[in-house]
């Protein structure tokens, strides 16, 4: 139990991945889920539904891939809700100022990547556990937000182009999942085939070992960080443009999603541990029972339980699944 | 390893033993920061030092000292706890439920407490013998309990209709009519817990196992039970906690609690209870509160923005952290 594999097998097939994994049990998961909820309202696999769930998805998966990276390393952030809400303020007003969407964009993005760094740079050179160190920025966020702006910014030139990144469409795809296609293949390349990728999870398997072979331990931890902000940087914009405006009080428990999406895709929070294939299925997963709840009329309350139940229960799972793998 | 000299040094075998100084002096240190911020906010405000206002803010600091004993105690098992927020709000529920049904107090009471355990036992289960990272755990319980209360309540508070006065005194009245009960019983409760934690064998059991759980369980120590243990004292302060909070409130508020997870855990490490287990005081928890107490009184009193508390205390929780943390690497 105590020696995992630390990171995939390089040569193993993507059969081989799946049966490794608990991933086989989140894709039956999936299956049944959705065959349940079509069974019990059709509509549920109507296309517009679909498109629904998936840039439900997309804003998730956006930031749970650098979130499956982060983790890999051993260090989490909590941050990741707060500076959701503060991207959007700040990529709203900044176009206001200039008037162009792009120079917004990249304002919101590098909004991001900069709380990221901050983040970054107390844990790796304060040395302070990155649980307490996000919390408390997460904290200076939320308290940040309101000083900068108490109520939410509307995007006072109209312009169309913004509305575009959340809500339009390329073909059938919307904006959103597009770019997180984008933004989880890459993901996956560095992760699997890059030595970049492999030197994350041999930070996280164990960091001593990993600096005393000559990685740059803190330069990696940092990279984690400054991606995962830039990611929310990302999905800031996207969450900012459905709602047209910068709103400080979005993205509240956002956090909480993500990270319970890459911890039920099988990621190790004690690091050097995880697969973004697993986060992939993870936040499908969640996302889907959310849907579910909502076109089956139940509850929305439910959408808060459910969450928690599946995570403490997936965990257990694979817990007694790897005891009796153990025996 | 300053996880096995800070062990000694709770067992006082080592006199010289330089965490226990580091220790000292980090109490000392944060006595001092309240002098501090008491002399300046007294010069910024005339009615901060009146009696009447301090007292006030021993009120308000008394709930999260409550919650932050048993939290500062899962902490120093090594392990974590983060559903205290969402306890505060569920506990309410059947406290004011069976106290409109029956009107009395004391069965609200018991219903409460055994909510309390039952979440405390299902926490502690599943992190200490099943063997789940207790973030995930107390995470999923988080969840699982605010929704479990937005779906009882239907998003709207529980007034309480009995009306019973002694209900009303225990969150609302001052003992002598000076010291606020919830203040009283936060003193009591710490004094008898860092009596347990440091002159009981469950104490050191604790530090023990939140030293090094492996060293612990070869040592013959039960980690599993006192882990156990550990998070059923954390739910049921939560729970008293929560007690106090619906007594000040007059009813079960949906959306009590919310984020005073986080209130707590910041003062349970700017009290110098490290995340990884074995080291601090609940000592240091109490001065940390008192801290983080005075701070948003003292700032409530300017005439700054509210959200300035959490900002500033975002900055306070890091510094304090890193400063710890650079001091212990100097000593080590």
């Given at each position: 139990?105590?020696?995992?594999?630390?990171?995939?097998?390089?040569?193993?097939?993507?059969?081989?991945?799946?049966?490794?994994?608990?991933?086989?049990?989140?894709?039956?998961?999936?299956?049944?889920?959705?065959?349940?909820?079509?069974?019990?309202?059709?509509?549920?696999?109507?296309?517009?539904?679909i498109?629904?769930?998936?840039?439900?998805?997309?804003?998730?998966?956006?930031?749970?891939?650098?979130?499956?990276?982060?983790?890999?390393?051993?260090?989490?952030?909590?941050?990741?809700?707060?500076?959701?809400?503060?991207v959007?303020?700040?990529?709203?007003?900044?176009?206001?100022?200039?008037?162009?969407?792009?120079?917004?964009?990249?304002?919101?993005?590098?909004?991001?990547?900069?709380?990221?760094?901050?983040?970054?740079?107390?844990?790796?050179?304060?040395?302070?556990?990155?649980?307490?160190?996000?919390?408390?920025?997460?904290m200076?966020?939320?308290?940040?937000?309101?000083?900068?702006?108490?109520?939410?910014i509307?995007?006072?030139h109209?312009?169309?182009?913004?509305?575009?990144?959340?809500?339009?469409?390329?073909?059938?795809?919307?904006?959103?999942?597009?770019?997180?296609?984008?933004?989880?293949?890459?993901?996956?390349?560095?992760?699997?085939?890059?030595?970049?990728?492999?030197?994350?999870?041999?930070?996280g398997?164990?960091?001593?070992?990993?600096?005393?072979?000559?990685?740059?331990?803190?330069?990696?931890?940092?990279?984690?960080?400054?991606?995962?902000?830039?990611?929310?940087?990302?999905?800031?914009l996207?969450?900012?443009?459905?709602?047209?405006?910068?709103?400080?009080?979005?993205?509240?428990?956002?956090?909480?999603?993500?990270?319970?999406?890459?911890?039920?895709?099988?990621?190790s929070?004690?690091?050097?541990?995880?697969?973004?294939?697993?986060?992939?299925?993870?936040?499908?997963?969640?996302?889907?029972?959310?849907?579910?709840?909502?076109?089956?009329?139940?509850?929305?309350?439910?959408q808060?339980?459910?969450?928690?139940?599946?995570?403490?229960?997936?965990?257990?799972?694979?817990?007694?699944?790897?005891?009796?793998?153990?025996? | 390893?300053?996880?096995?000299?800070?062990?000694?040094?709770?067992?006082?075998?080592?006199?010289?033993?330089?965490?226990?100084?580091?220790?000292?002096?980090?109490?000392?240190?944060?006595v001092?920061?309240?002098?501090?911020l008491?002399?300046?906010?007294?010069?910024?405000?005339?009615y901060?030092?009146?009696?009447?206002?301090l007292?006030?803010?021993?009120?308000?600091?008394?709930?999260v000292?409550?919650?932050?004993?048993?939290?500062?105690?899962?902490?120093?098992?090594?392990e974590?706890?983060?559903?205290?927020?969402?306890?505060?709000?569920?506990?309410?529920i059947?406290?004011i439920?069976?106290?409109?049904?029956?009107?009395?107090?004391?069965?609200?009471?018991?219903?409460?407490?055994?909510?309390?355990?039952?979440?405390?036992?299902?926490?502690?289960?599943?992190?200490?013998?099943?063997g789940?990272?207790?973030?995930?755990?107390?995470?999923?319980?988080?969840?699982?309990?605010?929704?479990?209360?937005?779906?009882?309540?239907?998003?709207?508070?529980?007034?309480?209709?009995?009306?019973?006065?002694?209900?009303?005194?225990?969150?609302?009245?001052?003992?002598?009519?000076?010291?606020?009960?919830?203040?009283?019983?936060?003193?009591?409760?710490?004094?008898?817990?860092?009596?347990?934690?440091?002159?009981?064998?469950?104490?050191?059991?604790?530090?023990?196992?939140?030293?090094?759980?492996?060293?612990?369980?070869?040592?013959?120590?039960?980690?599993?039970?006192?882990?156990?243990?550990?998070?059923?004292?954390?739910?049921?302060?939560a729970?008293?906690?929560?007690?106090?909070?619906?007594?000040?409130?007059?009813?079960?508020?949906?959306?009590?609690?919310?984020?005073?997870?986080?209130?707590?855990?910041?003062?349970?490490?700017?009290?110098?209870?490290s995340?990884?287990?074995?080291?601090?005081?609940?000592?240091?928890?109490?001065?940390?509160?008192?801290?983080?107490a005075?701070?948003?009184?003292?700032?409530?009193?300017?005439?700054?923005?509210?959200?300035?508390?959490?900002?500033?205390?975002?900055?306070?929780?890091?510094?304090?952290?890193?400063f710890?943390?650079?001091?212990?690497?100097?000593?080590?």
């Amino acid at each position: 139990m105590v020696s995992e594999v630390s990171a995939p097998p390089k040569s193993a097939s993507l059969v081989g991945a799946l049966v490794g994994n608990n991933q086989i049990v989140l894709v039956a998961a999936l299956v049944v889920i959705c065959v349940g909820i079509s069974l019990a309202v059709p509509q549920f696999y109507s296309s517009a539904n679909i498109i629904a769930i998936l840039r439900q998805v997309a804003m998730v998966l956006i930031v749970a891939c650098g979130m499956t990276m982060l983790l890999i390393t051993a260090e989490v952030d909590l941050s990741v809700g707060a500076s959701l809400a503060f991207v959007g303020v700040v990529a709203m007003d900044v176009i206001n100022v200039t008037d162009s969407v792009f120079l917004g964009a990249l304002a919101g993005i590098a909004f991001g990547a900069l709380v990221g760094l901050v983040n970054g740079l107390i844990v790796t050179r304060l040395k302070v556990n990155s649980l307490i160190a996000t919390i408390g920025t997460m904290m200076i966020l939320q308290g940040g937000v309101f000083l900068y702006s108490r109520e939410a910014i509307q995007n006072h030139h109209h312009l169309p182009s913004f509305v575009d990144i959340g809500a339009g469409y390329v073909g059938p795809v919307p904006i959103p999942v597009i770019v997180a296609a984008v933004i989880f293949i890459a993901s996956y390349v560095v992760l699997r085939h890059t030595t970049l990728g492999r030197y994350l999870f041999a930070v996280g398997a164990n960091e001593k070992t990993a600096r005393l072979s000559g990685l740059r331990t803190t330069w990696l931890k940092l990279f984690a960080f400054v991606l995962t902000g830039a990611l929310v940087g990302v999905a800031g914009l996207i969450l900012g443009s459905l709602m047209n405006a910068g709103q400080p009080t979005a993205g509240r428990g956002f956090e909480l999603t993500v990270i319970a999406a890459v911890i039920l895709g099988g990621t190790s929070l004690s690091g050097g541990r995880g697969t973004l294939i697993g986060t992939l299925l993870g936040v499908f997963v969640l996302k889907v029972i959310d849907d579910g709840i909502i076109v089956l009329q139940w509850n929305q309350d439910l959408q808060m339980i459910v969450p928690g139940v599946v995570l403490i229960a997936a965990i257990y799972l694979d817990i007694l699944r790897r005891r009796a793998d153990a025996r | 390893m300053p996880q096995s000299s800070s062990i000694a040094a709770r067992s006082g075998s080592q006199v010289t033993d330089t965490f226990a100084t580091l220790g000292r002096r980090q109490e000392i240190a944060l006595v001092l920061s309240i002098f501090a911020l008491i002399a300046f906010f007294s010069f910024t405000s005339d009615y901060f030092f009146t009696v009447r206002n301090l007292t006030n803010v021993l009120g308000q600091g008394s709930l999260v000292m409550i919650a932050g004993i048993g939290v500062a105690i899962v902490f120093m098992s090594g392990e974590v706890d983060i559903s205290v927020g969402s306890l505060q709000a569920a506990v309410a529920i059947p406290l004011i439920e069976v106290m409109n049904a029956t009107g009395n107090l004391w069965l609200g009471l018991a219903a409460a407490l055994l909510l309390g355990l039952i979440v405390g036992v299902i926490n502690g289960y599943l992190s200490a013998y099943v063997g789940i990272n207790s973030l995930i755990v107390t995470l999923g319980m988080l969840f699982i309990l605010r929704g479990g209360v937005y779906l009882y309540t239907g998003k709207t508070a529980i007034p309480d209709d009995a009306y019973l006065e002694s209900f009303f005194v225990i969150g609302n009245e001052r003992f002598l009519g000076v010291v606020p009960y919830p203040a009283l019983i936060a003193l009591i409760l710490l004094l008898g817990f860092m009596y347990v934690m440091s002159h009981r064998p469950f104490g050191r059991k604790v530090y023990a196992v939140g030293g090094n759980a492996e060293v612990a369980r070869l040592a013959g120590f039960p980690v599993k039970r006192v882990k156990f243990t550990c998070f059923i004292i954390s739910s049921v302060m939560a729970t008293i906690s929560g007690i106090l909070l619906a007594s000040r409130l007059g009813s079960a508020v949906h959306l009590a609690g919310i984020g005073f997870e986080f209130q707590v855990v910041a003062a349970v490490v700017l009290g110098g209870v490290s995340l990884s287990g074995g080291v601090g005081s609940l000592l240091g928890m109490a001065l940390g509160v008192l801290i983080l107490a005075f701070m948003s009184n003292g700032l409530g009193m300017l005439d700054l923005p509210t959200e300035w508390q959490l900002v500033i205390t975002g900055i306070i929780i890091i510094i304090a952290v890193a400063f710890d943390e650079m001091k212990r690497r100097r000593a080590g």
